[in-house]
């Protein structure tokens, strides 16, 4: 017989087993998510690029000046007053054919008639003496007078004649001046200054205009003393203008002043740059690229993929950048060459075809797994940003002139040598 006591128990104990199975699913159910998630790898995303080989060039930049390569002022001849003019500013002018102004004539032509009517006036006088000197010497072969008669008039026409060559020679002059009421071109190039209008005076001591010639052009540049010697070494120059930043004239180096300015201890060097299609225009802005030394066939790196070491300075200096291995990130130190611009050359440290970070390394720790998200060939990363050439300055920096170095030639470290 059963006991009426022990049955609620029994029941109670079976709830209580059953709330203690339910629990524990519970938790095996709640620790697996968080067993799976402490499995899952994290990964930093990074950009990289492969170390490859290519050229590195040390160029050091100065700020110049475009000038022509012949300027003339227009000088007229005479004094007289202006009538007609013929050029303005930007016009092209042709030597000896374009004519620049017309003078007044009306003084000339009044001295050209009356240095003509003096020889006229000379010359019926002298035919009049030799007229008589021939009636004279009839008379003399007929014994009617003496001979000594025709010394006066001899004599008196060869003065008369002298008298004439002298006025026959103001004619031409004068004729000479009519030509010079025509002002034309001294020189073949570009109208860069008109002085004058019409109905002004003018004299041989004031200009009408200036006339310049820009092809070829020359552009001027200030080397300072103490990298003179490498700069002159290098006879070809890259010029660029910011009215053309994706062009480089080729300059040739035409004269190395042999002075050096004493305030700015800098020395003036010429170039000439062909200029057949007249970019290069009279006061430009100009820089000039000198390329001091050019490494070919090395490893390029990204320069923005190298990192400095912040505690090192000068030729100290050490460099380091992340490598992606198997999946892996691996800080190696970078012994850094030649440097130009967004290429730079690597001496030790890098192995071509290394796959280089170039982006998301600050959020790297040694032998942390990474994501490729993005992967260039090493030079063709490199060349993205070195293929755009720097902009020459709106305006050259106050304390270095017309002709002070925009950028300095940036030798590297290690073998790359010093700055100059």
Not at 4 to 32: E, F, I, T, W
Not at 63 to 81: D, F, H, I, Y
Not at 178 to 183: G, L, M, N, P, Y
Not at 410 to 417: L, P, Q, S, T, W
Request: charged share 25%.
């Amino acid at each position: 017989m059963s006991n009426p006591v022990s049955s609620p128990r029994r029941g109670s104990r079976l709830v209580l087993a059953a709330l203690v199975v339910a629990g524990a699913a519970s938790l095996v159910q709640c620790k697996k998510p968080a067993e799976a998630t402490e499995e899952v790898v994290q990964t930093v995303p990074v950009a990289v690029a492969v170390v490859g080989r290519g050229t590195v060039r040390e160029v050091a930049r100065y700020t110049g000046e475009v000038r022509p390569s012949m300027q003339v002022n227009v000088l007229p001849r005479m004094a007289e007053k202006i009538l007609e003019l013929g050029f303005d500013i930007g016009d092209t002018v042709t030597q000896d054919e374009t004519v620049m102004a017309r003078l007044a004539t009306a003084v000339v032509d009044t001295g050209v008639r009356q240095a003509r009517s003096g020889a006229e006036a000379l010359t019926a006088q002298i035919n009049g003496l030799k007229t008589q000197r021939e009636r004279i010497r009839r008379l003399v072969s007929d014994g009617v007078v003496s001979a000594s008669q025709l010394d006066p008039l001899d004599t008196q026409i060869s003065a008369l004649e002298a008298q004439r060559r002298q006025v026959l020679a103001g004619v031409d002059q004068a004729n000479l001046r009519v030509d010079d009421t025509v002002v034309k071109a001294p020189m073949t190039g570009f109208i860069s200054q008109r002085y004058v209008e019409v109905g002004d005076m003018v004299s041989p001591a004031s200009p009408l205009g200036t006339i310049v010639r820009l092809d070829p052009a020359y552009v001027w540049i200030d080397v300072p003393e103490h990298e003179l010697e490498l700069v002159r070494a290098q006879t070809t120059v890259a010029v660029r203008v910011q009215s053309a930043p994706d062009r480089a004239f080729a300059g040739t180096v035409d004269l190395v002043s042999p002075n050096v300015d004493r305030e700015s201890r800098s020395v003036r060097i010429r170039y000439v740059v062909d200029n057949p299609e007249m970019i290069l225009r009279d006061g430009m802005l100009a820089v000039v690229e000198v390329e001091l030394r050019r490494r070919d066939d090395v490893l390029v790196a990204p320069t923005d993929a190298l990192i400095l070491d912040p505690t090192q300075r000068g030729a100290e200096a050490s460099y380091a950048a992340w490598v992606v291995r198997d999946g892996k990130a691996l800080r190696l130190p970078v012994r850094r060459g030649l440097l130009e611009g967004a290429r730079t050359e690597v001496l030790e440290g890098l192995a071509e075809g290394d796959r280089l970070v170039v982006e998301g390394f600050h959020m790297l720790d040694p032998d942390a797994a990474v994501e490729v998200v993005r992967e260039a060939g090493g030079t063709e990363a490199a060349a993205a940003t070195a293929a755009t050439p720097p902009a020459p300055p709106a305006a050259p920096p106050d304390d270095a002139g017309d002709g002070g170095p925009v950028e300095p030639a940036d030798g590297g470290g290690g073998e790359a040598g010093a700055t100059p």
